[in-house]
């Protein structure tokens, strides 16, 4: 192996296990990654040395990678550390632990100097001290994913988390993007396109939409939590539901037409497996019905989507409000109403003694006088 030493000096060492390398430090390329052992196989790019580990020992004595923290209690026996993803191809610094050749260690990854195939910014020069967007890309944290999933704080502290398919969470002040002048999140206002940076998944499996869930409990204790959950479906549905451990569920949902469902369900803890339940829906169509149901038996309310009122019992009656007063009853039932004996007797047939004032056409009159 040739080495250049940190004086400027050349020396030369062979290729003996366990010789000297104080000082040295160099490029290598990765050639394999051994999860299971936190190590890579590697090539020094100078001198096109390997070292690698075999399949056998899994490993084990490739060249170490160091990660950000990593750490491990005795007492609890609870392990803790992170991950930080390296490929096959990538560039790494390569030093040797204990100054000894067979110990390499891989202390961090180079970004490709080719401005077009990395993540550094594209900007030169830019100036912190300088508000907006200077500082917003000056003072960055980005993390891209091999998914092209990222995470970014930039410099005036506006926030992205973004999934590979394209659905994202932002955190912003108000000059941050120039949509959010025009709403905060109305239509076709502030799309993945108009974020910060622009990474697109070659994954298909990435791509695809995905599921979340927010799930927040009242106790550590499982016999004792209850549940609060979120939930966005990979259709769009987006669903809260408040769960009391009780055998009984409230939730509302935002269906994937539009439809808004509010329910509370009395006898079951399952979505829409309940037969003793009060809901209230507001339909596509801008129409709204009030149901509840007892062991299969429904009495609603519902208000048109053209605005008449109509209220539906089980056993069949109803009544149904527009331009005119609609009444039915059940075989057993009886109307009574006032206002509809009024209008009965005002408009088509009146029994009295005197003659009526001002009488409309086709009125009856019967007269009691005589």
Do not use: C
């Not at 052992?37 to 490739?62: C, H, I, P, W, Y």
């Not at 999933?149 to 999934?163: L, M, P, Q």
């Not at 869930?213 to 259709?235: G, N, Q």
């Amino acid at each position: 192996m040739r080495l250049q030493s940190m004086l400027g000096r050349i020396s030369y060492h062979d290729d003996s296990t366990g010789k000297d390398m104080t000082g040295y430090l160099t490029v290598a390329k990765v050639l394999k990654v051994h999860h299971k052992s936190n190590t890579a196989d590697v090539q020094v790019l100078n001198s096109k040395d390997l070292f690698v580990s075999s399949e056998e020992n899994e490993g084990r004595f490739s060249a170490l990678i160091v990660q950000a923290f990593a750490g491990y209690d005795e007492k609890s026996k609870k392990a803790w550390g992170s991950i930080q993803p390296t490929a096959v191809g990538s560039y790494v610094l390569l030093a040797f632990l204990d100054n000894l050749k067979n110990r390499p260690i891989i202390l961090g990854q180079f970004p490709r100097l080719d401005n077009s195939e990395n993540i550094q910014p594209s900007f030169y020069p830019l100036y912190e001290q300088i508000e907006g967007f200077n500082r917003q890309e000056a003072l960055k944290k980005l993390t891209v994913y091999p998914s092209q999933a990222y995470s970014k704080i930039d410099g005036e502290s506006n926030i992205e988390f973004v999934h590979a398919n394209k659905s994202f969470f932002a955190m912003f002040n108000e000059t941050k993007y120039e949509s959010s002048l025009y709403g905060d999140d109305n239509h076709l206002v502030l799309d993945r396109s108009e974020l910060s940076e622009s990474f697109e998944s070659a994954d298909e499996n990435a791509k695809q939409p995905a599921s979340l869930l927010y799930v927040h409990r009242t106790s550590f204790d499982d016999a004792e939590t209850t549940w609060t959950k979120a939930y966005i479906s990979p259709e769009g549905k987006l669903r809260f539901t408040r769960d009391n451990r009780d055998n009984q569920l409230s939730y509302i949902e935002l269906e994937e037409d539009g439809t808004i469902r509010s329910r509370r369900q009395v006898d079951s803890p399952y979505h829409g497996e309940s037969e003793n339940y009060s809901e209230i829906t507001h339909t596509t169509d801008g129409s709204i019905k009030i149901n509840r149901t007892i062991n299969g038996k429904e009495t609603n309310i519902i208000l048109s989507n053209t605005g008449e009122i109509l209220l539906e019992h089980d056993s069949g009656s109803y009544i149904a409000l527009d331009e005119n007063l609609h009444m039915e009853s059940s075989n057993e039932g009886k109307i009574l109403s006032d206002s509809l004996s009024d209008f009965v007797e005002e408009n088509h047939i009146i029994v009295s003694t005197s003659e009526p004032k001002n009488p409309r056409q086709g009125l009856v009159w019967i007269d009691l006088s005589n």
